[in-house]
């Protein structure tokens, strides 16, 4: 956000210095938030009859949940690269529209990014995590050529809707993306197995998104080859997503706000 708003007002060559100032920021506050967090009684019953147990041994054990939920979170990954960052690059080699103008544009859809995560957190509180995944990777399996076809446009309009889209459905995968994960992995393994999850889902599957997109459309010149790459990474997403919703062990029940006033004596 702090980049394109430098980029808006032409100021970025003489501030983007201070992002990493900000970004520190972030570190210090959830370095605190963690440090004075308690554990859960479940963490600290199976610490002990765990800890013996190697980073490997783990691996081998959940290799399918890992593999699993690295398509899942590579999806993520790549449809924010795809909505936020390929597009700014991508259309002005195939349409006159300039990146300046690309940039525009795409300070005022984070700016939506931020707006939808409020309203569809309260819009589909009452619908499964799952239903709502599997509808976004559907979308993005059927609408994905006929949306790559309009952007061989020399209207903006129809830019602007179809990087809506994208981010539309980017952030109706992404809002309930971290509590399913939370529980689809046992607490006493939770933090190795999703931070490797992450770790590979985002870096070899998701934010490699726009470097193979970039490279085979270079070679090839056909518009639609990014879509294919999306295509595919949707299909394995959902794959996944039906893998986990067979599954009838749920390890960590994210709480309604009934269960919360419950549990903690509120009114």
Not at 1 to 9: D, T, V
Not at 26 to 33: A, E, M, Q, R, V
Not at 36 to 43: G, P, Q
């Amino acid at each position: 956000m702090y980049i394109n708003f430098n980029i808006y007002f032409h100021l970025i060559e003489k501030y983007w210095r201070y992002l990493f100032f900000l970004a520190s920021f972030t570190y210090f506050i959830g370095l605190i938030i963690r440090y004075h967090s308690d554990e859960s009684e479940e963490f600290l019953k199976n610490k002990k009859e765990n800890s013996k147990e190697s980073l490997l041994e783990i691996i081998l054990k959940n290799k399918i949940k890992i593999l699993a939920l690295m398509f899942i979170i590579g999806f993520f990954y790549a449809m924010y690269m795809l909505s936020l960052v390929f597009f700014n690059s991508f259309i002005p080699m195939i349409t006159n529209f300039l990146k300046e103008k690309m940039m525009e544009i795409n300070t005022f859809l984070l700016f939506l990014d931020f707006l939808l995560f409020i309203g569809f957190a309260f819009f589909f509180k009452n619908i499964k995590k799952e239903k709502v995944m599997k509808f976004a990777v559907l979308c993005i399996m059927i609408f994905i050529f006929p949306l790559f076809w309009m952007l061989k446009t020399e209207s903006i309009f129809i830019i602007i809707f179809v990087r809506t889209f994208f981010v539309i459905i980017m952030v109706l995968f992404t809002f309930p993306l971290h509590a399913f994960v939370q529980e689809q992995v046992p607490v006493f393994d939770r933090f190795k197995i999703v931070a490797l999850s992450f770790a590979l889902g985002s870096h070899l599957i998701g934010k490699s998104q726009v470097f193979i997109s970039f490279w085979l459309y270079k070679k090839t010149k056909f518009i639609f080859i990014p879509a294919f790459y999306m295509f595919f990474l949707s299909f394995f997403a959902f794959l996944a997503l039906k893998y986990f919703f067979k599954k009838e062990t749920v390890f960590c029940k994210t709480l309604t706000h009934e269960d919360y006033d419950e549990r903690f004596n509120l009114e």
